[in-house]
């Protein structure tokens, strides 16, 4: 009954709760992707998505960790969209994590998480949340959402947290079946993809410049 009652209560926890729980029992001395699997539980792949996007709702996140974080979600998002079990490669299962900095940047990522939570509305615009086609299309905005995380823009503003609000976007919007939110995750890697086109393409006009200079 104690066990039953237990899961009642995790059940009837928002998204915001659930994962503050798992973030106040990172091990103090540092955190495997394996480990915080294991912290998520029985509530599967999109809640581990969704904190494993918290860390990059910073403008600047910590070196390194998109690759591993974004890594992870790629594999998470194909998992789901072929339909397999929670599976992560031992590879990137290893890989410690500081708890301390992970903590810190995490801490200052839910108070993002909060502000989206608060505008999703369980139930809203049906037809974008469920459904054969809409679902293929979510999953691949997962999919495409962890593309752009990955991308080596970490140390430019933004560059991270642009693809990884619209990744929570599509997390909230499965987890609650909110339409709104799922459409919102679609702008969010349209809005990502002009981002790194201007990135891109300033850079080439930086690059130009500088050569006819040199060439002078």
Not at 92 to 106: D, G, H, I, N, Q
Request: some cysteine.
């Amino acid at each position: 009954m104690e066990a039953d009652s237990k899961y009642h209560q995790d059940d009837e926890k928002s998204l915001v709760e659930k994962l503050q729980s798992v973030i106040d029992i990172m091990p103090p001395e540092g955190v495997t992707l394996a480990q915080i699997r294991d912290l998520i539980g029985r509530e599967g792949v999109m809640l581990l998505i969704a904190f494993l996007t918290i860390v990059f709702l910073v403008p600047v996140s910590i070196p390194g960790v998109s690759t591993v974080f974004g890594g992870a979600i790629l594999v998470l998002s194909l998992s789901r969209l072929l339909r397999r079990p929670l599976w992560l490669p031992a590879r990137l299962e290893r890989r410690v994590v500081s708890s301390e900095k992970l903590s810190a940047a995490m801490d200052r990522g839910m108070k993002w998480v909060r502000r989206l939570e608060r505008i999703s509305s369980p139930g809203r615009l049906p037809s974008f949340a469920s459904g054969k086609v809409m679902s293929g299309l979510n999953n691949a905005g997962l999919i495409l959402g962890a593309i752009l995380l990955m991308a080596p823009f970490g140390l430019i503003p933004f560059s991270n947290t642009l693809p990884a609000v619209a990744i929570l976007f599509f997390a909230i919007g499965i987890l609650q079946r909110d339409g709104g939110c799922t459409l919102l995750g679609h702008l969010m890697n349209i809005a990502t993809i002009v981002y790194f086109g201007v990135l891109i393409g300033g850079g080439a006009v930086a690059l130009q410049k500088l050569w006819q200079q040199i060439t002078a």
